[in-house]
């Protein structure tokens, strides 16, 4: 047996490495943006050390397979049905968790849930330095344990067992938003989407977030992703994704859709489409193509949004990883060398309900 | 919200159900040979309680959507590296996998491996009434205290770790079977088979076996499934399983591959292929066809086995869940209603390199 | 080489098949039902002999392929843009189509569309004996002359181009029905629906077809199906599917629903869906389960119908090929071993927007 | 209705384009290289005017929809079997393919395959101005005809219905490219690879092609793509392409393996595959990691290649569209930023046998 294979058995399997799906990983292709790097991080996540199901080291494991950059590990504070059976203290989970950190690059958070009735409800305290503190009593003492080291702390799950899943906004929340205690919200969480809780975002200026969850397997299918949150930060590093959160340079990933400030899903669509050059199909009649290529993991929905001289397809769909041919007709005696064609993208939400505007500039060849 | 989905909600989610892969389930379409019904079993499994990475509750949950109907947990008794935070002995990660017994019909076995290093090796004992009694420092007695509480005990992944994954008969073995300790092998374990296992359990009559060995979540695609045992029972019960066991009912999947006695792999094959009738395509030049169609989920491959006055394609493949069309051309004259097409089946496996000899009995409609 | 393979290339490649996607066979399996065996059907097709872009010898192998029972090749009687280039009469592509009888077993119809603008329409012919008198300028000529010559004739796509394509009756139409010279419609046609005339079929006993209308290759993914006729025969040939044509006894597979009378629906159900055994979870809750099994390609959509002292799931999908497993809780000190769940069916239609009632009994084990 | 709708309706489907599938193509992101564009064509095909079962629109938008940028339509001059139907000379097939021009922007070549017995063989002629002048008895006047035009004229899979699919080369081909008539290869046809005809390449200075030579419809699944010809060009334009050709600038894509020469695979790799930043797994082991992202849609297989000081596994596969985890493990007291890893791609075939040697370059974070 050569030296390379000997120290392959020996060294990597040592380190109890599972080939099963080690080693391969998902790319979402998702672009950088204008002065950012565009990171994809989930920062709501469980193990066996509360109600989850898997062991630590495999939630960074599978984090990092299913393409994640950044995973907060958030077990619950208080709820800890396992603790018969599994016992250490509220750091531990993270502890066993960093150790795969010699196994797959990926940055992970200190977490945990502070878990309440509502309507107080859930938080997630994530950039802790030591979660034992967050056992507290009253919920107000927790978490302003958390903000005391530094965390960033965030409303989980605001619909929730709320009837149709509707988020609601109780004076409690009023008091943690005013002490600024609390600064973002998940509107997306696991398989629920919160629109009330995107809008006040948008309207209280808080950071929005989209998070897994997960407490089992991330079984990840092409027809099911994981919620993402989408972090714009300036360096790829735990203070760069804390710097990102308090300056609210989110958006969500939540199933095939993405919801954000237009500010920042412009300039992600922009970077995500090519669009080929234009060119003259049928002379005459003015007819010209040009191919578009969607390079993310999810079709991107596209209607044509306001009157034109340009005639073209009322909606049209960039297949996923796919190039699509969107044919236009220009009037007659048409000689510009540049076209726009407006858009709506229907599943790039800037608001709930309403989709990012966008202008396809179309150059020819 | 009516009362059923109410009860739906407190009932089933107070239990605590993942509904993200819950209640959908691969069926593997094996089918039922004469005298027996035909069982998919994974006789050897891990938790968190020794080196796996996952709960009971969820191994049981993954093992009945993968269509496994039985399965055995079988945590090491000696070597358990997260004992330091996961606690409880034995038995403990059996009686928290039976409590998903409440959420999923499976047949799940006390079992637990007896880890030793090499010329001994690793030992599963399945069936067990008592896990404790099983952690000695001799292996012997380990074994003989297994076989009093009337388990059945085989010999993991004879190859594991050896030059070449080539199994390896030590005197240790001669030992342990000569007792009647001993009564079964593993000749495919995770992805590794052992030939050289599979004869010795032709030439000796031992019961042959393969398991997953499954230490993380298991991550089946279509193009990789889990090794399982198929064992042949007289009724759905652990009992059942049991006898079939120590009578050596047993054939293994692996792989896309069956391999076991020709006396199982034959009704196996022909009660899954399912024949059309014959019809003639080109009356005067003598060709016939015959739809074949194949209910597993993995191709059949069949090779011509024997010269015959029909001419037939050499190779032909009976793709998984669909049919093909087999052609062959009869001699001038031929008068007869029924012809009989002789073929080796090349992934069912009756030796080492033995593919099971069968013949296509194909009746002109 | 072998005498074996000698024969493969010569007999076979000189026949001039394509093994590119030969001999593998999509299997709808749809089951049949009592008294009655149920064929796959496509009654309209096309070649390069009308408008169609494919060799009609291509159209007969990817009928087969497709999983298609029988096919009737329809070129426009009227319409031939490629006549320039490609000759030959109204009898022609399904000459050439016939070829493919030596390669394919496949129930090959002789058809033709005659072809008029609204209010008049399209309407095909099948089981025609000569298709080259239909090219009359009169279409009521046209009609009665297949009609003289025993074909079975329908009318194509009644939406086809009204707005929204909303199916419109004409004076028409009402002519050719009363005259018994047209007897079926396509309630179905390409990826359009009519369910105005799903309920004319009902109310006024037409036999409702749906056919691909297909001209260029059938591209079939596990997503997008080509649509089907269910036929229910006595007998697998020409004369029976004729027959039941004539009798009604058809439904129609349109994108993952099936359309069509209760009397056919209804044992289509109960033949596809395979019960296992209830089982008890838990005892002292009552909660019961059971495995149901869907064997065929398309997922089944169930919702509970009307109220009953059992509790469960509001909606549950059978997924395609996969068993799922259905939850209930009985009610304290129930004693049956039988208990009946009734469900609509939400893709079984039995007239437009109306799911097919039916009861699931499931027998404890 | 409003007027983009009505347009669409009009316009577009008065062009006769199916929507089916069109629209929306698979790219092959094979990278442009230093001085070159890369263009994927196919320079061999079939329609319904020689032997081929579609019509040639047919042929151009399935073309376009594969990641076809130039097509190739080369009915044979003499072997028309469908002739007694579909008339028109040898021209026919290309000018009603120019049709498709007005839908789909591809470049489309006109040829014609000169087809003879062996030691003959077929010819394809492109960039043909008149093919109908090559319908000559004597195929030593084709060929002629053909370079008279302008034409680039290659050899046809020379090991077609050779013993064991071996090339052979005759005096008669010696003749040819003696002349310099003959001045290309295909070293790939249809599902057919010839080694030989590989080297004679190499050795003579000859161009290498690999083409489709598909006569029925392109069904291109993930796991089976159509051959190519990858062409580098300083022009996408038919100029472009033949001057590419004669010069030699071409690899060709045959079942998930490139074939060429070095000058030309070594850039197409280094322009594929993206390198992260290394970053330090393990500081005190030495050991790193890196990720490598391969965009092309085949995996690319590496085998590490000559003896190192760095310790790295000895095989690893580029899975398509994922990234992967190399690890790898430098010497003690190690201080460079920069590593140079050597790998032979197994995939990436330089003469018959030989895989690409490549050397990654890695730079510390």
């Given at each position: 047996?050569?030296?390379?294979?000997?120290?392959?058995?020996?060294?990597?399997?040592?380190?109890?490495?599972?080939?099963?799906?080690?080693?391969?990983?998902?790319?979402?292709?998702?672009?950088?943006?204008?002065?950012?790097?565009?990171?994809?991080?989930?920062?709501?996540?469980?193990?066996?050390?509360s109600?989850?199901?898997?062991?630590?080291?495999?939630?960074?494991?599978?984090?990092?397979?299913?393409?994640?950059?950044?995973?907060?590990?958030?077990?619950h504070v208080e709820y800890r049905?396992?603790?018969?059976?599994?016992?250490?203290?509220?750091?531990?989970?993270?502890?066993?968790?960093?150790?795969?950190?010699?196994?797959?690059?990926?940055?992970?958070?200190?977490?945990?849930e502070i878990t309440r009735?509502?309507?107080?409800?859930?938080?997630?305290?994530?950039?802790?330095?030591?979660?034992?503190?967050l056992d507290k009593?009253?919920?107000?003492?927790a978490?302003?344990?958390?903000?005391?080291?530094?965390?960033?702390?965030?409303?989980?799950?605001?619909?929730?067992?709320?009837?149709?899943?509707?988020?609601?906004?109780?004076?409690?929340?009023?008091?943690?938003?005013?002490?600024?205690?609390?600064?973002?919200?998940?509107?997306?969480?696991?398989?629920?989407?919160?629109?009330?809780?995107?809008?006040?975002?948008?309207?209280?200026?808080?950071?929005?977030?989209?998070?897994?969850?997960?407490?089992?397997?991330?079984?990840?299918?092409?027809?099911?992703?994981?919620?993402?949150?989408?972090?714009?930060?300036?360096?790829?590093?735990?203070?760069?994704?804390?710097?990102?959160?308090?300056?609210?340079?989110?958006?969500?990933?939540?199933?095939?859709?993405?919801?954000?400030?237009?500010?920042?899903?412009?300039?992600?669509?922009?970077?995500?489409?090519?669009?080929?050059?234009?060119?003259?199909?049928?002379?005459?009649?003015?007819?010209?193509?040009?191919?578009?290529?969607?390079?993310?993991?999810?079709?991107?929905?596209?209607?044509?949004?306001?009157?034109?001289?340009?005639?073209?397809?009322?909606?049209?769909?960039?297949?996923?990883?796919?190039?699509?041919?969107?044919?236009?007709?220009?009037?007659?005696?048409?000689?510009?060398?540049?076209?726009?064609?407006?858009?709506?993208?229907?599943?790039?939400?800037?608001?709930?309900?309403?989709?990012?505007?966008?202008?396809?500039?179309?150059?020819?060849?």
């Amino acid at each position: 047996m050569n030296k390379r294979l000997v120290f392959f058995l020996v060294f990597f399997c040592s380190a109890g490495m599972l080939f099963s799906r080690s080693g391969v990983r998902t790319e979402w292709s998702f672009p950088d943006i204008p002065g950012y790097i565009t990171l994809t991080c989930d920062f709501h996540s469980h193990t066996v050390f509360s109600d989850g199901t898997i062991w630590p080291t495999e939630r960074v494991e599978e984090a990092w397979s299913n393409g994640v950059d950044a995973l907060a590990i958030t077990d619950h504070v208080e709820y800890r049905p396992h603790k018969q059976d599994v016992i250490g203290d509220l750091n531990r989970s993270f502890e066993i968790a960093s150790q795969s950190l010699s196994n797959w690059p990926i940055l992970l958070i200190k977490g945990g849930e502070i878990t309440r009735e509502l309507p107080v409800g859930h938080y997630n305290a994530i950039f802790l330095t030591d979660a034992n503190p967050l056992d507290k009593q009253n919920y107000m003492d927790a978490i302003q344990e958390a903000v005391k080291q530094g965390a960033f702390v965030f409303w989980n799950h605001p619909g929730w067992t709320q009837p149709g899943t509707k988020a609601v906004w109780y004076p409690e929340q009023t008091e943690l938003f005013n002490r600024g205690w609390v600064k973002g919200i998940e509107i997306a969480n696991d398989r629920e989407y919160y629109p009330e809780a995107f809008q006040w975002c948008l309207d209280k200026n808080i950071t929005m977030l989209g998070n897994s969850d997960i407490h089992g397997p991330a079984i990840v299918t092409p027809a099911e992703h994981l919620n993402m949150t989408l972090v714009f930060v300036t360096e790829k590093s735990l203070q760069g994704i804390k710097d990102a959160l308090l300056a609210g340079r989110t958006a969500v990933f939540f199933q095939d859709k993405l919801m954000g400030r237009e500010q920042y899903l412009k300039p992600l669509f922009e970077n995500s489409v090519r669009m080929g050059r234009a060119q003259v199909l049928v002379e005459k009649k003015g007819v010209w193509c040009v191919e578009v290529y969607n390079p993310l993991l999810f079709d991107i929905e596209l209607k044509a949004s306001t009157k034109s001289d340009i005639q073209y397809a009322e909606h049209f769909v960039l297949a996923s990883q796919k190039s699509v041919l969107l044919r236009f007709k220009v009037p007659e005696k048409f000689t510009d060398k540049e076209i726009i064609l407006p858009f709506i993208v229907q599943n790039f939400l800037v608001a709930p309900g309403q989709g990012l505007q966008v202008e396809l500039k179309i150059v020819k060849e």
